[in-house]
């Protein structure tokens, strides 16, 4: 990319939700730097690639994606690796893909502008990668949001919990909250914008602590969702250790506060759950469970599971089944454990095999998914709202999300034609394990 190239740039997004809203402020920023955006590599100067580190194969498909970008190089195209990868491997990028010219983690977004500079001015080995101990937010002037309807909005950055597996406390640095002002600025930005759905993000939106002291997690979400236009607000992710009472009772008070909290749990076995760090034990767990399940509105509870975590044993793993049958969570993620760079837990022995993990893996997601094919039949007949999120022509369906997050396919009568983005009621005429299906109340 030389000085008179045009700028245009195409960006791809690996990751959680963390990553791909601050695509958006990546994007946000190039656009405000005058760039533009286009939806092919072909088309594009400079191509950007957001990553993740969180298990193994997802840092692999990085290094195998830049190999593949290897031969676009003779073309002029410049390339940037953003996000957990570029924060964890650091300058070893430029050894592993020379043709990468920008290695930049997410704590240094800030200082984008700059280097976008420099490398328009053809300079190689652009890095920004802060220590863990920075204090710096990224906040944009302007967020290229994708969905006009409902948006993300960071309020926490990085984690301090430093779970014996997990990379997001080295990726993503220490934990650092914005004033619940600059929140509800966002927030109220947003709806003057035409948003009705906010979802509150953060690695562990429960340590959620007010730089000016105002207000609590608990009060923050309460006050978005007294916002004048929001409809919906959710939250994403909690950590159970810091799940107070008070974000069932903030549910219980303000309608719009959606009736879901995804409460990862990692493991049924006390024993697992202490070598992994996660400073609560099963008993603890299943009390917030119980806040949950004694709230006002039936809340639905959905978690994130590892198995074969290092010593991990049968009698462990049957724990985590149980837990299964206690909770009835409404959907769960697994993963098979994957030892990760810098983390305590590399230290210890990998020695489960792998065909023993994704046999307990299998076991899990059967177990779950009869669970749900029980448990979702008690929405039939019930009449819920739904956002509507598209269509599906091919099974002449719409589709729509209700507030508990599950989807919500229905059909309309020929002169309904729902607005996508309008919430409507919908009545559940059938129930699968991951999905309902209804008509349109009319
Ligand atoms: N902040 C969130 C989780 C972010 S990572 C939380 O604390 O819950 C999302 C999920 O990936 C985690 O909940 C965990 O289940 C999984 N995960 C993280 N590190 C992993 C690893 N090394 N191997 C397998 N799964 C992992
Ligand atoms: Fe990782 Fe634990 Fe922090 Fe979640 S709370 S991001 S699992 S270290
Ligand atoms: Fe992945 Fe980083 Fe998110 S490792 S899960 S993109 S915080």
């Known amino acids: 990319m030389s000085a008179d190239s045009p700028k245009t740039f195409y960006l791809e997004v690996f990751g959680c939700q963390m990553n791909v809203h601050d695509s958006e402020k990546v994007v946000g920023t190039l656009l405000a730097q005058g760039y533009r955006q286009v939806p092919t590599v072909e088309e594009a100067g400079l191509i950007l690639y957001n990553t993740c580190s969180i298990r193994d194969k997802a840092e692999q498909k ?47 977004y800030r200082n984008l502008p700059q280097m976008l500079v420099q490398l328009q001015a053809g300079k190689q080995r652009i890095t920004g990668l802060d220590g863990r101990e920075t204090d710096e937010c990224f906040e944009t002037e302007f967020t290229a949001r994708t969905n006009p309807h409902r948006g993300y909005l960071t309020i926490i950055e990085g984690c301090d919990k430093f ?5 997001v406390p080295f990726t993503r640095g220490k934990e650092r909250s914005r004033t619940s002002d600059s929140v509800l600025a966002e927030a109220r930005q947003m709806a003057d914008l035409g948003y009705t759905e906010v ?41 159970p250790r810091d799940f107070g009472r008070d974000i069932i009772q903030a549910i219980d008070s303000v309608s719009t506060l959606c009736d879901h909290v995804h409460l990862p749990v990692q493991s049924g076995s006390d024993r697992i759950l202490d070598v992994m760090q996660r400073l609560y034990t099963r008993e603890q767990y299943l009390e917030r469970v119980a806040w949950m399940k004694a709230a006002k509105r039936e809340i639905s509870i959905t978690s994130d599971m590892i198995v074969g975590f290092p010593g991990e044993t049968e009698a462990d793993f049957e724990q985590t089944l149980s837990l299964l049958d ?14 990760r760079p810098n983390t305590p837990s590399l230290q210890l022995e990998d020695a489960i095999p792998d065909e023993e993990k994704s046999r307990r893996l299998i076991v899990l997601q059967e177990k779950q998914r009869e669970i749900q094919r029980r448990t979702y039949q008690r929405h039939m007949g019930h009449t819920l709202e739904v956002m509507v999120e598209g269509r599906n022509e091919a099974r002449g369906q719409w589709i729509g999300r209700t507030s508990q997050n599950k989807t919500l396919n229905f059909t309309a009568p020929q002169a309904a034609v729902p607005e996508v983005g309008s919430y409507i009621p919908v009545v559940t005429t059938g129930c699968f394990p991951n999905s309902l299906l209804g008509e349109m109340v009319i």
């Open 62 to 108: 990085v290094f195998h994606r830049l190999a593949d970008y290897k031969k676009l190089q003779k073309q002029g195209k410049r390339f940037g690796v953003l996000g957990c990868v570029a924060q964890q491997e650091g300058e070893k990028i430029f050894e592993r893909a020379p043709h990468v010219s920008l290695v930049c983690g997410s704590a240094s």
């Open 163 to 167: 779970c014996a597996y997990c990379v």
């Open 199 to 239: 979802q509150l993000l953060g690695q562990n939106v429960n340590s959620y602590r007010d730089p000016s002291g105002k207000k609590t997690f608990a009060e923050l979400l309460a006050a978005v969702g007294e916002l004048f236009g929001i409809r919906r607000v959710r939250f994403t992710t909690s950590h």
């Open 326 to 339: 206690e909770v009835l969570f409404d959907s769960i993620f697994c993963f098979k454990y994957s030892p």
